[in-house]
């Protein structure tokens, strides 16, 4: 088994932060509508 | 005989990852495109009347999604499949666990699946063929054939049958799918959907609960189609954006058509809303789609226990005994089982496995180790016992604040139901798990020598 790893197109911070700020905070400020309502 | 890689569970060769982010966005869309996720919305529809389910239905899928792109690294970048890339995290034989939950879930999952195709084609074809085309045996015949062989058979001729049909129905069915929720939305029914009262009998943190477990049931498939991706960030998007739009469009067209007709079983709302053709459609590609992909996942698990074993073989045997389901499935009943077994048994082992790779590794894993059964990965006796205590205090943390959803009382505790309706169970336990893990992990690393040469 040889260690084949691909390099090109690794995941970086800047996806990390893009999906943060897609999935987190639209659920956070929808439970706070919502909640409020 | 040649072996064909992508029949055994080696590492896939760089030159044979040619799955690009177009291909994988379509075969996870597809993989969601199925009757049961329209139930995800209609599960909590009633309790939270339009606007919230439509605003929940959206947001808490983006979130839950989200962990599954996390989730989709390990694979992609090793070309490694799920069940082999869980052995670093619990050891070479405490990943038979996720092996085993994969097979069983995958067995309720190909007979819900199975089942709701058989109910669903009979009524359709009663509804648009007449009574005169309805003939003894029709529900065996598209359960089984449409849920069963023909995924079965499609898996033996190639495992990548789940790529090459996702091109052809994902958008085909996608379509079909923005055009019931546009005829829904233009119909009579609309005013009786927006002046529909909540019940409120189920409230908002049972809908994120709802999201976050369909979600995490995709966490077992994630690592057998991901390591056929071409980079670690197609991967991830992929993963991400097939997942999230379909689950998004499933679950609001699938709420609102509860709130239409008061129905939850889709093969009832598609007919009483007079969509009995194309839910008919979507119902047999969908499942085709769908259950070809669940089972060649189910195979890999197989093989990762018994892996002797010949794969066409183990594709009947994977298959086969969910024919139990398509017999005796109370939709709702089996619909709502699943979801309890996710929840308690996948979703805190998957956080564990995420937590070990992205906090612990930091995206490093010896492959060639994953492979040695007296090797590095070995723990103690094949189990890393920390990971399996982090599991039980996630399991325990699940059952105290969720456990009242199995109906049991000896179940039920009502601190934890109601702590349930602000945290909910599976986000918590996840996270718990993950976090008792990395806290023994760090604390025994240094006293425990199997533990060292594991992060090496």
Same mark, same amino acid.
């Given at each position: ?37 | ?33 199925? *009757?049961?996720?329209?139930? %995800? ?5 009633? #309790? ?5 389910? %439509?605003?929940?239905?959206? /947001? ?32 070479? =034989? ?35 063929? #007449? ?9 065996? @015949? ?15 001729? /190639? ?23 546009? =005829? ?8 009786? %959907?927006?002046?529909? =009262? ?13 999201? @976050? ?13 991901? =390591? ?24 609001? /067209? ?12 889709? $093969? ?16 047999? *590609? ?12 189910? @195979? ?28 005796? $499935? ?8 699943? *979801? ?44 890393? %016992? ?45 996270? @718990? ?24």
């Amino acid at each position: 088994m040889n260690q084949e790893v691909v390099e090109a197109g690794r995941v970086n911070k800047a996806d990390h932060l893009i999906l943060f700020f897609l999935s987190c905070i639209p659920l956070l400020v929808s439970l706070f509508v919502v909640c409020a309502d | 005989m040649q072996t064909v890689t992508e029949n055994t569970l080696a590492p896939i060769s760089p030159s044979d990852r040619d799955a690009g982010f177009i291909s994988l966005v379509l075969l996870w869309a597809g993989g969601n495109i199925l *009757l049961a996720t329209f139930m %995800v919305g209609s599960y909590y529809a009633e #309790g939270l009347g339009l606007w919230p389910m %439509v605003l929940i239905s959206i /947001t808490a899928n983006l979130f839950a999604y989200a962990v599954c792109a996390v989730s989709s690294q390990r694979g992609a970048r090793y070309g490694l499949d799920e069940v082999v890339a869980l052995r670093p995290a619990f050891g070479m =034989k405490g990943a038979y666990y996720g092996a085993f939950v994969l097979i069983f879930i995958n067995f309720g999952w190909i007979g819900l699946l199975s089942s709701m195709t058989g109910t669903a084609a009979v009524n359709a074809s009663e509804v648009f063929l #007449g009574e005169s085309f309805s003939f003894s045996g029709n529900y065996t @015949v598209y359960a089984v054939g449409g849920g069963l062989l023909i995924p079965m058979f499609l898996v033996m001729l /190639t495992p990548k049958a789940s790529f090459y049909l996702s091109t052809v129905t994902v958008p085909v069915l996608g379509g079909f799918s923005i055009y019931i929720l546009f =005829k829904i939305m233009n119909s009579e029914h609309m005013a009786a %959907v927006s002046n529909f =009262k909540p019940t409120g009998a189920v409230g908002i943190a049972f809908a994120v609960e709802t999201c @976050v477990v369909w979600a995490v049931a995709w966490q077992p498939y994630l690592g057998s189609w991901n =390591k056929f991706a071409s980079s670690e960030r197609n991967a991830y998007w992929g993963t991400f954006i097939g997942l999230a739009v379909i689950g998004i469009i499933f679950a609001i /067209t699938g709420g609102i058509a509860t709130l239409a007709t008061g129905e939850i079983d889709p $093969a009832v709302w598609a007919v009483k809303l007079e969509l009995g053709l194309i839910s008919m459609i979507i119902i047999i *590609l969908g499942t085709i789609t769908t259950s070809s992909l669940l089972l060649y996942s189910g @195979v890999m698990a197989f093989m990762s226990i018994f892996p002797k074993f010949n794969y066409k073989l183990t594709t009947a045997i994977v298959a086969l005994p969910s024919l139990v389901f398509i017999y005796d $499935a109370e939709l709702q009943n089996l619909f709502g089982i699943i *979801l309890l077994f996710v929840g308690l048994l996948a979703g805190p082992y998957w956080a564990i496995s995420i937590a070990d790779y992205v906090f612990l590794r930091k995206g490093i894993i010896n492959v060639k180790e994953c492979y040695e059964e007296h090797g590095i990965y070995r723990f103690y006796n094949g189990f890393n %016992v920390y990971a399996f205590a982090a599991q039980l205090s996630g399991m325990l943390l699940w059952l105290f604040l969720g456990g009242w959803l199995s109906g049991y009382s000896i179940l039920s505790f009502g601190w934890g139901e109601s702590a349930f309706s602000y945290i909910s169970a599976t986000v918590p336990s996840m996270l @718990v798990a993950a976090g008792v893990y990395v806290t023994l992990v760090k604390v025994f690393q240094h006293r425990s020598e199997r533990l060292v040469k594991s992060y090496e």
